[in-house]
């Protein structure tokens, strides 16, 4: 879930969005656990890092990420 709001990422670069999203999710203990992570639209990738940062960290096995479409800049 989310930690915390990190607000509007439209217009921000990839750094942009990557120091706006440190911290902005946790994640329940999934210990050995393989997870997949879907998100509607990739831009740039900033988000889906995030996301899987916060999963290892809950001690998953393996993270795989999947989106249903990606901007022309991802």
């Known amino acids: 879930g989310?930690?915390?709001r990190a607000g509007p990422q439209?217009?921000?670069d990839r750094l942009e969005r990557a120091r706006?999203?440190?911290g902005a999710f946790r994640a329940r203990r999934v210990t050995g656990q393989r997870?997949?992570?879907v998100d509607d639209v990739r831009t740039t990738g900033a988000t889906l890092a995030e996301a899987a940062r916060a999963?290892?960290?809950a001690?998953?096995?393996s993270?795989?990420?999947r989106t249903l479409a990606?901007?022309?800049d991802a």
């Open 35 to 37: 997870v997949l992570v």
């Open 10 to 12: 439209v217009g921000r």
């Open 2 to 4: 989310r930690a915390r």
């Open 20 to 22: 706006a999203l440190q």
């Open 63 to 65: 993270v795989l990420v």
């Open 70 to 72: 990606q901007t022309p």
């Open 59 to 61: 001690g998953a096995q």
């Open 55 to 57: 999963l290892y960290e």
